[in-house]
């Protein structure tokens, strides 16, 4: 008699800014609670985050990484960056956040991580989905969460690339078509409703959760659980409240846990047990 196969649980990180560091909250306490992770795909933040984990950066580093940030770290924003974009409409460069990553990931390449990852981006120029599961991961992320209009894109194999939330923001097709069987998803995005003009991040952001609201539906459809921290007012700029949002994260995976069991025990609870390994561990 063959040997059962026990399902591939995956991530699917959506993005939504500095909101998508409740990522991190999420990571962490489905590694305390021994859920196990064996297939990451993100979308903007989500493909930021999602790559750093799979590349083998604990979330206690991520915490001690987010606390530190700042959107000059990550671009070259500038009081003169800034005149610049709004004067003459020179996109900030978003070349900083690519070795930042690179500087964490040791220039890993898709193939080396230590989790299975993919992540998206849109080709600005035809509108295509673009999707990266090999090569160096590093630009792949940077890709995926340049913001249009204010970040250049990244030019990539003749191609111009944009936020991958364009054209779909949170990945449960893509995770899927890297080997997982069982998708849990995390939606970061704010209540469109809620929207507040403060900055003009926050409306791009805006502009693009509204783009891919329809299609967020859809993904979310796919996922056989979903997460969504309740991030209230925190907008996809706030990356100085942190702290805030990885505490969401992980408040509103605390109590999910008690249905992601159940739903991982109905025929699986052999492989649940069975799947109590170390974080990072490769299947």
Same mark, same amino acid.
């Given at each position: 008699m063959?040997?059962?196969?026990?399902p591939r649980i995956g991530l699917a990180l959506g993005g939504g800014g500095a909101r998508g560091l409740a990522h991190i909250g999420v990571l962490k306490v489905l590694e305390e609670e021994g859920v196990p992770i064996h297939r990451i795909a993100g979308t903007s933040v989500g493909?930021?985050?999602?790559?750093?984990?799979?590349?083998? &950066?604990s979330t206690t580093?991520?915490?001690?990484?987010?606390?530190?940030?700042?959107?000059?770290?990550?671009?070259?924003?500038? $009081?003169?960056?800034?005149?610049r974009l709004v004067l003459i409409e020179q996109p900030l460069s978003s070349k900083?956040?690519?070795?930042?990553?690179?500087? @964490?990931?040791?220039?890993? $390449?898709?193939?080396?991580?230590?989790?299975?990852?993919?992540?998206?981006?849109? !080709?600005?120029?035809?509108g295509e $989905?673009?999707?990266?599961?090999?090569?160096?991961?590093?630009?792949?992320?940077r890709a995926s969460a340049t913001i249009p209009g204010l970040f250049e894109p990244v030019v990539f194999r003749h191609r111009y690339l944009v936020d991958g939330g364009l054209v779909g923001?949170?990945?449960? !097709?893509?995770?899927?078509?890297?080997?997982? !069987?069982?998708i849990i998803a995390v939606n970061v995005t704010s209540d469109l409703s809620r929207f507040e003009p403060k900055n003009i991040i926050a409306t791009l952001n805006q502009a693009i959760s509204i783009q891919?609201?329809?299609?967020?539906?859809?993904?979310?459809?796919?996922? @056989?659980? &979903?997460i969504r921290?309740?991030?209230?007012?925190?907008?996809?700029?706030?990356?100085? $409240?942190?702290?805030?949002?990885i505490d969401a994260g992980s408040l509103a995976t605390r109590r999910a846990i008690p249905g992601i069991k159940r739903l991982l025990m109905d025929g699986h609870l052999e492989t649940l047990l069975r799947y109590q390994r170390k974080p990072h561990e490769k299947v």
């Open positions: 063959p040997e059962k196969q026990e493909a930021l985050i999602g790559a750093l984990y799979a590349g083998g &950066v580093e991520m915490e001690e990484m987010s606390s530190e940030i700042g959107w000059s770290s990550l671009t070259n924003y500038s $009081r003169l960056a800034m005149v900083n956040m690519e070795v930042y990553l690179e500087k @964490h990931l040791q220039g890993k $390449r898709f193939d080396e991580l230590k989790i299975p990852f993919a992540c998206e981006a849109t !080709d600005l120029q035809t $989905r673009v999707v990266f599961k090999e090569g160096p991961v590093a630009l792949a992320a923001n949170i990945p449960t !097709d893509l995770v899927s078509l890297i080997g997982a !069987d069982v891919s609201e329809s299609k967020s539906q859809e993904e979310l459809s796919r996922a @056989h659980f &979903v921290p309740q991030l209230g007012d925190i907008t996809a700029m706030d990356l100085a $409240r942190s702290a805030e949002c």
